[in-house]
């Protein structure tokens, strides 16, 4: 009774309390989209099927009006820490919220006559899609563990549910469960290096644990803190489908509805690793010894086996999604010299991760515009492309060599940051790895270049070379990927300037 | 799209235009153009891609008469920044040994385009051939290692369409090889130019920066660092030469590449890979082009012997002749790796001829294809009989091929040949057998084709059109004038070569410099004595021995 009673004193205003100021400008990005969110669900219940043909422009303006408190944030360009250093708002957390929201934005513009046309529920189809992305919104400004977490959950159940939305579609069921199964497995390992890392961290702030990390005594002879971080990693790989943590992710890709096999493959792949740069680069930072031959097992198997495995492949999304564990590989690359060429290292991440998305986004744009008239994924199907949708041929085309790092195409610029950050290392892994990635680009290009051989050289399989029809919307989402491909390449300038972040890495005293 | 003439002639010396953007905007211009307009007008796309690519090509020759004779370093430089944050900037320049490569890659374009035929997907066609010219032309220009790297790697993507599409035979098989032989020398030049530009701020201080003449100058890695950086843009430009054993991709692409595809191939491509080796070997990494020489001298010396003995036993026309770049550029390895004056001029002597020579070649054997539907030798029989002029022009081209004094392909060889008997002896003593195989195969082949009974087949074989003579005529008068007075050349690109084996005598510690003096006009070089000699080339840019 007695501690009832002390339980409830405590409960009682502290007279030296006063409610924390919130920063509603910061968080206003969040805010709106919330409110979108909301909204979304409301007028689904309240209108049910007359709303259906709303919700797709609904969700876009939500994503559109997202982005104006997004541009005054950047116009202002300050660094604001918001709930006692958990949230931060800086240059590179809204750069990264910007690429969620575009992004958002495209799948959404994929999803229109797909998900309209096909047999699914649309309305939740967009809910669901508003909220994933919000959770990807948070985790760009998160640097505590258990905002991360609670991002992490936030944006990948939603994504598992998306996964099998096909209704009765057994291999999207299929896609679905495995994806579930496998997220619920990484995000347990995940909690338990969490839990451990709050043990001898002693905080579940970032900035505090790499503090305490950096203590002499923490440096070395403490195997729980390698323990900690290896799990930590691991789970967030199982997200960026790293090797060994990737054999979800072919199914996944392949019995998902497409539209969400982009979402999957950019924007839940892209959080993933907004989550590993949160962690690494503003915790773990301060234990290279066990961050660096660690992500370079990781960055190694997953460009090695996904190219190797790709090359293998007769569907295209399977192949994509092999392509974008090798594509993982390469973006894990620059951890490798997280402690030796910390700026060079955390803009190369960003910046190949920006690029990516643009790239990979395109490329599933242009297939979900051909499965229209191919109603196949099979690389053959694509066949004689050239002669009766030579638009989407060549925007396939620029995607694909961008992808193989052609210049000056985004995907190389994007290569040649990541070489830059590993060769500026000066280390021996750095070299390694660079030299690894060297050797895997060309494997890459082989399969790349199968798929644009196909389109331009090959004839249609039935010889049916009939032009088909393919909806704005598809167009813009392709236009969309492309101006960025395109952009990024030639002018890299636009995003380096957002990417080189210096005062936030120094303010830290990292680097 | 195209340049006002008014502005050239306003040019009041050599900066005011900026001529070296325009040579690689106008005919990207022009594949924009080509891109915007509607497939069905079929006619129009021939007639830009001419009109841009002449425009480009007069531009090149106005290149050569406002280039500052005498004078060594880069001219008409152009430097813009493009990402700052990494150094890189378009620096653009030409001194005398890209000044011709420019004006070849000018001059062979509107050739290769008005020369070949091409009957479907015309509209993509010509605007991948424009694309190519601009990355051609960018390659030679560039003075930045990243630009010149996207040029580098942006001249795949056309030649890789240009062969699939519209080449013959196996020719994805061909275009697919020739794609990632090539990406995997572009990957590792890529990493070794990282490697360099790090390793170069690193040893000077300062801004990280990717510009040629900077890095060159600073010298400032060590060794070790600078070898294995070699090794890095060697494979990539060994692939592009090619230099054995990386050449297995060269007689499946040139064989199976449309007449044009394999005009530009012979002339220009090539010649990225042995320009890169001048330009970003000797110039850039003087110390490691000295330590891999002997290793490269041997390579050059070996394509040389090979590539003449697979074209020996070949038995399809067009690969005799692809097996026979080979061997031609295996003396401009040899010639350039000897580092000598007479050697390096001697190899950018045969960069350009063999571009005229061999470029002439494939156009005379697309031509008996267009005719014959068939480029096997032993179908092909007694066609003087029937087409003696046809017979006469192409006896011009391969005598100049063979490398018969008078015409342009013996300035090079033979200077190509003293420089490297100077400094590697016994590598030139083994290069000279390939000289004489090279008459033999050449000889051997036009015997079989043009000589000997009218076989059935043949008897239709139609004469040279007066087109077609037109497309040729201007390169049959440069082999003629490059081979009388090949000085044109050699005053230009003289004093450039000068500086660059005087760049390597004053950054490589045990390279002892060995040049000749030109006096006289018969005088034959004592080996190994600072003797007088024969040389087309003018007594200005003498320089005195050892």
Redesign the interface.
Known sequence: MSTLLAALSQLAPDPGYSTPRIDWHGLAPEIVLSAGGALLVLLDAIKLERAKAWMPALANLTLLGTLIPILTLAVEGSTRSLFGGSFVVDPMSLLLKAMFLVVGYVVILLSTNYVAEGDYWESEYYTLLTTSILGMVVMASARDLLMIFVALELLSIPAYMLAAWRKGGRTSNEAGMKYYLMGVFASAILLYGMSLMYGVGRSTRLDVIAENLARPEMQSGVPIVTLAMVFIVVGFAFKVSAVPFHQWAPDTYEGAPTPVTAFLAVASKAAGFVALIQVVFYGFYVRPDIIEPLFFVLAVASMTVGNLIALRQTNVVRMLAYSGIAQAGFMLAPFVVVGDNFDSALSAVVIYLVIYAAMNLGAFAVIIAIARKTRSAEITSLGGLFSYM?GMTVAMTIFL?SL?????LGG??A??SV??AL??A?TALG?AM??V???N??IA??YY??IA?TM??DDAPDGDVAPVKVPVGLTGAVGIALVATLVFGVL??LL??IA?FGPVSAALGGG | MTVDPTLLLAADGPVTFPILPALILTPLLGALAIFFVPARRDDAFKQIALLTSVVTGVLSIYLLTAFETGEAGFQFVVDQSWISEFGISFHLGVDGISLFLVVLTGVMFPIAIMGAKITHDIKSYYGWLLVLMAGSMGVFLALDLVVFFLFFEVVLVPMYFLIGLWGHGDRIYAATKFFLYTMLGGAFMLVAIVALAILNQRGVGGDLTFDLVQIAQNQAISTEAGRWIFVGFAIAFAVKVPVFPLHTWLPDAHTEAPTAGSVVLAAVMLKLGTYGFVRFGLYLLPEAAHWAAPVMLTLGVIGIIYGAICATMQKDLKRLVAYSSIAHLGFVILGVFSITTQGIEGGILIMVNHGIATGALFLLVGWIYERRHTRQISELSGLQKVAPVFAGVFTLVMLASIGVPGLNGFPGEFLALLGAFQTARWWAVVAVIGVILAALYLLWAYQRTFHGPVTPGNEHFRELRWSEGLVIAPLLALIVFLGVYPAVMLDRMGPSVDALVEHVDEQVDDFERVEITYVGASDIPEPGHDDDSDGPASDEHGEEGE
Do not use: C, Q, R
Request: hydrophobic share 50%.
């Open positions: 030579p060599a193989t790092g052609i210049p000056p190389w610029y290569k040649f070489w830059s060769l500026g000066e070299v660079a030299i990635m060297a050797v680009t060309v290009a082989y270049l199968n051989k331009w050289f890299p300038g380096t300037d080189a």
